[in-house]
Every structure is written in C-alpha cells, then in structure tokens.
T-cell receptor
Framework: DAGVIQSPRHEVTEMGQEVTLRCKPISGHDYLFWYRQTMMRGLELLIYFNNNVPIDDSGMPEDRFSAKMPNASFSTLKIQPSEPRDSAVYFC????????????FGSGTQLSVL | SQKIEQNSEALNIQEGKTATLTCNYTNYSPAYLQWYRQDPGRGPVFLLLIRENEKEKRKERLKVTFDTTLKQSLFHITASQPADSATYLCALDFLTGANNLFFGTGTRLTVIP
C-alpha cells in the first residue's frame, strides 16, 4: 500500500481565496482524521470520520472550514474564505480501529495564506 | 483542562548514548499512550503504544515506560545513532469515545556523531 496520500504538498494562496486539501486514506481503514500542526499549538484534531460519516467536528475552528468524505477512499478539507491565520501544515491520518491503535499519517499539506 | 508537556524542546546527545525523552500530563491518566517520530517535512510515524496497565514496552532499541502515579511516560533510545535525529511526539488517548489523540508539542532530538 502507498500509505496515506495527500495533495497538494504545498499551497500558497491569497487571503479570501478558497482552498481545498485532499486525502486518500489507506484502503480498509475505517477512520480518517484531519489534523492541523502549528509551532504554537502543535498537532490539533480538526475532525474525524468513521465509515465516511463525520463523527466529531468540534475541532474545526470556524464555519469557514468544512470537510467531506464522499467515499471510503477520498476526503477533502475546504477553507473558504482563507485567512493568514490558517497558515499551517494540515495532516490527514487513517487507522483501522480509531485512536486505540496507531495512526498512519500522510506527508501533509503546507498551506500559506498571504 | 488536560496539559501535556514534553521535557524539553531540544535534546542533544552523543552517538552511542541513551536518549531519554519525557512526557508528563496533568489530571486524568490516558488509557493509551503512543509515541511518534516526525522528520522535517513529513508526517508523524508511529513507534510504540503502551496501555495504562502496562509498565514497559520494548521494540528493538526503543523502550517506553508508563507511570500513572507520576503521570509520566519515558521514551528511551539506546545506542543512539545520527539517524535517530528527529522530533519525537507523545500522544494520549483518554478513551472517552471521542477518538481524539492529544499530542505533545514534541522534543527535537539531535544525535551528534
């Protein structure tokens, strides 16, 4: 398996623009997580899905953030409109049994909002 | 609220020595505690998981201990090598059903040849 695949690796955009981050989890994993990493706050959970259903989105900072998982092999995280404070690295991770076993992380998307 | 502290932001050690990294937490003890390695520009990679009823776990040169009385986990790398240089993150799962792993901010380890 190729592991968790995220795209793009880097995204530079201007304030106010829409940004869409993509993730393909490992086949057979029922859980998908979106994390954000910053120097100040470290890794923070934004939202997670179980069997394509959003379970907990309490970490999503504002209504500007939305996430979807239309099928078991694809998820998106959208920011609209983007702001400079959204600049961070966004990681997608998947696991077969949730957080009581290991998570497999993608390589992340480095987002810069100017 | 729960706080997770990793002993230092950066740790430098000589090749061949044992590196010891600390993860302290407040309030409630987690049901599971995980350690991850993160290299620059990459996502975290799972290393070890230890449960609250386990005192110690080993994998090759890695050892993790978990002391619920001290509210602390220690992560050891024996016979350290320059290739072990990376940031190491501890992550706690409180088994609330929320599937939320709480991560520490990490310790950046540099092994000097």
């Amino acid at each position: 398996d190729a592991g968790v695949i995220q795209s793009p690796r880097h995204e530079v955009t201007e304030m106010g623009q829409e940004v869409t981050l993509r993730c393909k989890p490992i086949s057979g994993h029922d859980y998908l997580f979106w994390y954000r990493q910053t120097m100040m706050r470290g890794l923070e959970l934004l939202i997670y899905f179980n069997n394509n259903v959003p379970i907990d989105d309490s970490g999503m900072p504002e209504d500007r953030f939305s996430a979807k998982m239309p099928n078991a092999s694809f998820s998106t995280l959208k920011i609209q409109p983007s702001e400079p404070r959204d600049s961070a690295v966004y990681f997608c991770a998947s696991s077969s049994r949730g957080t009581n076993e290991k998570l497999f992380f993608g390589s992340g998307t480095q987002l810069s909002v100017l | 609220s729960q706080k997770i502290e990793q002993n230092s932001e950066a740790l430098n050690i000589q090749e061949g020595k044992t590196a010891t990294l600390t993860c302290n937490y407040t309030n409630y003890s987690p049901a599971y505690l995980q350690w991850y390695r993160q290299d620059p520009g990459r996502g975290p990679v799972f290393l070890l998981l230890i449960r609250e009823n386990e005192k110690e776990k080993r994998k090759e040169r890695l050892k993790v201990t978990f002391d619920t009385t001290l509210k602390q986990s220690l992560f050891h790398i024996t016979a350290s090598q320059p290739a072990d240089s990376a940031t190491y993150l501890c992550a706690l799962d409180f088994l609330t059903g929320a599937n939320n792993l709480f991560f520490g901010t990490g310790t950046r380890l540099t092994v000097i040849p």
